[in-house]
């Protein structure tokens, strides 16, 4: 059974930071390319970055220079980073999995940024 859970959401600060956390159990996942999603509320859900199995990393040019994704293999986990934060990054971030063909989604972890 697979299950993909992310953690570290809250209410920050314009300006501030936080950590995301994703553990995906279930898949071998040193071959699943990892990614993270947000929705805000009335907009489609987005790609906010993005981390291949070798290790190469994708971003949203909305949060290129201010997100750093990273991946945890032996712990099968990955990260977001998320540093100076706008109000306009407030969104339900969600983890994905995908390994060949099978994608699986996280529940989602709420952050909200205040000015």
């Known amino acids: 059974q697979v299950q993909v859970v992310e953690s570290g959401g809250g209410l920050v600060h314009a300006g501030g930071s936080l950590r995301l956390s994703c553990v995906a159990s279930?898949?071998?996942?040193?071959?699943?390319?990892m990614a993270w999603y947000r929705q805000a509320p009335g907009k489609q859900r987005e790609l906010v970055a993005d981390i291949t199995n070798t290790g190469s990393t994708n971003y949203a040019d909305s949060v290129k220079g201010r997100f750093t994704i990273s991946r945890d293999n032996a712990k099968n986990m990955v990260y977001l980073q998320m540093n100076s934060l706008k109000p306009e990054d407030t969104a339900v971030y969600y983890c994905?999995?995908?390994?060949?063909?099978?994608?699986?989604w996280g529940q989602g972890t709420q952050v909200t940024v205040s000015s």
């Open positions: 279930g898949i071998t996942f040193r071959l699943a390319t």
């Open positions: 994905k999995a995908r390994i060949m063909s099978y994608e699986y």
